[in-house]
Each structure stands twice: as C-alpha cells, then as structure tokens.
C-alpha cells in the first residue's frame, strides 16, 4: 500500500514538475521566441488586449527612374476606431467635412471590428483643409492622418519581388546582421527580386501605428484616448530608385495584355546606359500560391533561342575568318542536308551568307557550325560567352562593404552543351547552330546581346537599379554603370552583325521573318527565332525576336518572348506595337521638354 501512495505521490510530483517547467519556459525563458516558429509571447499577449492600424510599416520602397514612387503611395486618410459608436459625437459635422451622409458613416462603424481607413468604394483621400476641419473636432476614436500603403497596385511586379513573413527567410536575411532573439517576425522581409536583393537597404526601422488598449468588451481600458506610436529609430528610411521608364513599363505590360500573351515576356534595355528600362513576366505573378509559375521571372531563367543563336554563329564565323564571301549554299536542304518540302520548312534555293542569316536558313548556319566546330570545338561556346549569353548580365557590386550584391539575384547564367562530347558530333553542332538542343539563354541575356552589338562589341553589365535614397531624396549610395568582365567581339565584328541585323528587317521576297517591321516607326535591326519545345508532335514553340533601334542611332534593345506558344502566334506584331508606342512617348518627351525651356 505504502508503495503504490510512494509511486502515486512521485507520479504527480513529476507531471508537475513538467507542468512548473513549461511555465518557465513559456513565462520566462521563452518569452520572445517560442517554438519553432520564433512566437512572441509577451507580444502576442499585447496584441489580444489591443486595437492598432499601421500607418506606415518603416520599410522603404522603389522609385522609377524619375524618382516617382511605384510601390507606394502616401495618402492622407481618415481612421475610425469601433468603439467611437458607443460614444456621442458630432456625426453631422463630421459628414459634412467628408460629404458622406450621416447614415452611411453609422453603419460602416457598425460593421466594423478593428480600426479602418474610411472608403466609399475606394479610399477617401482628404485635403489639408480637411486634415485641419477633422482634427479640430477632437473626436476621440476619429483620426486624418497620412498613412503609407505598401500594397497598393503596381508596375514592374516580377522585378520589384516579393516579400515574405518565413521566419527561415527572416533568419537568412538577418544572418550578417547583430539581430536579438525575439526580433519581429511579424516584419516582412524580400523574398524575391529586388526586395531580396536591397532587404539590408530596405529593411523598416520601426512602425508607426495607432492603438488603443481594449477590455474584453471591446471598449477602451484606459479611457478613450488613442496613442500614437512610433517605434522608428534614428535614420532615414531607405528607398531604391530603380532604372524603370514608368511610360514604358505601362506601355510593355499593356502590349502583353492585347496580344493576350500566356507565357513569356518583354525585357527592354537603354543602349547607353545599360538600364533596364522595363520587364515584363507572364503568368501574371500570384502571391497567394507559393507554387504557382507565376511566381517564377521568365525573363531571367534560360530559354530555348531557336535562331536568335545563329547571331552567334554570325559572329564566329565573321572574327574567325570562315570563307564567307562569294558563297553560296544550298537553302532547299535543312541543317541536317536533308531536302525541305513544304511540311518540313521553306525551299530558299540558292543564297548567300547574307540572305541566309536574313531568311533564317537553318542548311547556311548547320554547315557553318560544323565548320567551326572542325576549327575548334570551343569555338561556338567561347563566342556565346563573348556576347554575353552564358554569364549573369545583372549589376553585381559591393556597397559599403557589404556582400556583393547581385540586383537580379534569380538570373540563373545560360548554356550550350549538355555534355563534351557533343561538342565534336556533326549532327548535336548542326542542331546546336540553330539554337535547339541544349542552347538555353535568357532573355535578359538576349536583349543585352543586342545592346552590346548596337554599341560596337562593348558589354556592360544591366542595371536595375541606379541608387539608394531617403524620403527626402538624399543619395545614401549610387550603383554606378559598370562594365562586364571578360572577353568580347571586335568593333569590326559588331559593325558587320549590325548590317547583317538591319538586314533581317528590310529584306524581300515570300520568306521574309519580320517583314511588319518595315512599317515601323523607328528603323529597326534584328534577328527572330522559333524554338522547337516540349513533347515530339506537341507543336509547342518559344517565338522570339530580339533587336534594336533606331538603327543608326541606337537607343534602345529589347528582346520579346512569347513561350510555349501555337505555331501561329506572331511575334512581329507585338514588337511593332511597342518599337511604335516607345516613339511616341519619346516624341511626347521631347514636346513636353520643349515647351518646359519656353516657360523657362
């Protein structure tokens, strides 16, 4: 008997201690960092017994290249706190400020179970008059303030990122950083894009918010008074002026809807700069499902090119001196020297190096390819890598002695070969001459190709991002232009891809490959491409044409990317849209620009 009370009164004595040892861990030890999910004890509590509205959460945002917020606005709004129905308040005065009926006022409180912003449809922005007339009647629970939104609908979505409250991203961005145990974990931080590539920039320091202290029926525990808190610690906040031309951007993602593209994209690059002017990824991007593609940038992973790749070959043969002048091929064989009927391709007859590239003739480039490989199997790769097609493109740079800092850290580079020995076998040259197999480039890093041959064979690496600010608009840090790194074609080589590119546009006759753009109203140069995808017999193909404009006095390269698309999708329509819209907000510019310097 003795024994069992013994082992009973131990029993309890233990579950017990392990009851008393939980309440030290979650009161005591644990207090600010529970499980494994990183809860906030004590602040979760806090947060039962409180009503709050952020009005700004501290963390910065992105700017066009004129500095013009496109992540962001600031509006001045009015907010009500529920409890103000239980209060007498001057309604009528109040709808008379806002021009709101009395009715609609007492009923949107009435439905209300946390502080809100005031809409009518949409967010009722107020005047300064307003601010005044509002605050003036010392309402308690009614509040005009300016309050920063960070969710409102922007431009450039795949670029600018995505954020997330991951507590192992929070970790990861906060590793190099002297971050306390028991940190926010409520704080965002940049999953993708840009906002993962400025997250040490960008990062809140502090909130600004409104609250008050409930009791369990939901009205004020200490009187009615509503506290302003600003947690905010000393320094400016950080917000990153992009290289975005906000016109077009908007002129890019409109031309996409229209052509209703399902997959693919637009990357448009300035020739001068090397800024990245505008980007555009389809599927549109969805936040909601962490799996869904549209989450995914196209325009920096690596695609099938098809015949834009025979640009490089172009450039190997002209630097390496292959005989090109006065021959002639054979154009009713294809690049295997087999002989094309009309369900297999186009009968081109006889042609020239020139018409070749111009009509796009897979026989012209299959026996080039070889003919470089039997030179030197490196040879096609070496001069893919020289035009910048197998590198990262992005601007990458150390700032203030941080790590290096990659502005478009999910560019992934391109490749050429699956393996060696491929290198060496006539059939996998021929194939890869004309951009199939295991060619896969980005169109980023196609659009900086034909930046780098409008500019004379000179790479620079693009930028998306041209400097950090504060919300007064003081440069902190400048991301200046910089060269790529290593080898490059020759002016003399550039010169002639430039003629061979122009060549494409302006070309005669029933096989041209971009004949629309002739209409255009800049002169445009460039190479198209149709890739081969997906399943044998599923007719699926990446149609591409890359280029630039105008063409004696390039300005801008841009790259056009329809993916997975029917065999009758057209490519050269959208380009023409967009060569056309560019020239028209180029030529407002100038208008507007003119008639500013009369004013002056």
Do not use: C
Request: avoid cysteine; hydrophobic fraction near 40%.
């Amino acid at each position: 008997m003795r024994k069992r009370i013994l082992f009973t009164a131990i029993t309890i004595l233990l579950v017990l201690g392990l009851f008393i040892a939980k309440l030290v861990q979650i009161q005591l030890v644990k207090t600010q960092d529970y499980s494994k999910h990183g809860i906030n004890l004590l602040e979760n509590s806090v947060q039962q017994r409180v009503d709050e509205i952020s009005l700004d959460d501290g963390r910065g945002g992105f700017l066009d290249h004129k500095g013009n917020p496109i992540s962001y606005q600031e509006k001045a709004v009015l907010v009500l706190f529920p409890f103000v129905r239980n209060l007498n308040w001057p309604k009528e005065k109040l709808a008379s400020i806002i021009g709101m009926e009395e009715r609609v006022l007492e009923d949107k409180l009435e439905e209300a179970n946390e502080p809100f912003v005031l809409e009518n449809k949409e967010i009722l922005e107020l005047s300064d008059s307003q601010i005044k007339a509002i605050n003036d009647l010392r309402i308690p629970g009614i509040i005009a303030v300016k309050k920063r939104f960070n969710d409102v609908p922007s431009m450039a979505n795949h670029l600018l990122g995505t954020l997330t409250l991951d507590k192992g991203a929070i970790d990861t961005a906060h590793a190099n950083e002297k971050v306390q145990s028991g940190a926010d974990y409520r704080t965002k931080v940049g999953k993708s894009g840009l906002e993962k590539a400025f997250q040490l920039f960008l990062k809140g320091n502090g909130t600004k918010r409104l609250l008050y202290h409930k009791a369990a029926n939901g009205l004020p525990l200490f009187g009615v008074d509503i506290r302003y808190l600003d947690t905010s610690v000393s320094g400016e906040r950080v917000n990153i002026q992009t290289t975005i031309d906000a016109d077009i951007q908007l002129l890019a993602e409109e031309a996409v809807r229209n052509h209703r593209m399902k997959k693919g994209g637009i990357v448009i690059i300035d020739i001068q700069t090397n800024d990245l002017l505008a980007l555009v990824s389809k599927p549109e991007l969805n936040e909601k499902d962490i799996g869904d593609e549209g989450n995914i940038n196209q325009m920096l992973l690596p695609q099938t090119p098809g015949s834009i790749f025979k640009t490089v070959i172009a450039a190997a043969a002209l630097e390496e001196n292959i005989s090109l002048a006065g021959r002639t091929f054979n154009g009713n064989l294809d690049h295997l020297d087999r002989e094309v009927n009309d369900n297999t391709g186009r009968r081109l007859g006889t042609i020239t190096f020139e018409q070749g590239f111009a009509l796009s003739s897979n026989q012209v480039f299959g026996v080039i390819g070889k003919e470089l490989a039997e030179k030197d199997p490196e040879l096609i790769e070496s001069y893919a890598r020289k035009l910048g097609l197998l590198d990262l493109n992005g601007w990458s740079g150390s700032v203030f002695r941080t790590p290096v800092l990659h502005q478009l850290p999910e560019e992934r580079k391109g490749t050429v070969w699956k393996d060696d020995s491929m290198k060496e076998d006539p059939n996998y040259v021929a194939n890869t001459s004309i951009g199939q197999l295991d060619v896969k480039i980005t169109p980023l890093a196609a659009a900086n190709m034909m930046a780098t041959i409008a500019r004379g064979g000179e790479r620079m690496q693009v930028r998306a991002a041209s400097r950090a600010v504060d919300d007064n608009g003081l440069t902190l840090a400048n991301f200046k232009p910089q060269a790529a790194v290593g080898q490059r074609i020759s002016s003399v080589t550039a010169s002639k891809l430039q003629q061979l590119l122009r060549g494409v546009v302006i070309a005669e006759g029933p096989n041209v490959t971009a004949g629309k753009l002739k209409s255009a109203q800049y002169e445009v140069a460039g190479k198209s491409g149709t890739a081969e995808v997906g399943e044998k017999g599923s007719h699926m193909y990446n149609k591409w044409f890359v280029g630039y404009f105008p063409f004696r006095e390039p300005r801008y390269a841009m790259a056009v990317v329809n993916l997975e698309a029917g065999e009758s999708a057209s490519i050269s329509s959208i380009y023409l849209e967009l060569v056309n819209g560019m020239h028209e907000i180029h030529t407002k510019g100038k208008r507007e620009e003119g008639n500013f310097r009369k004013i002056e």
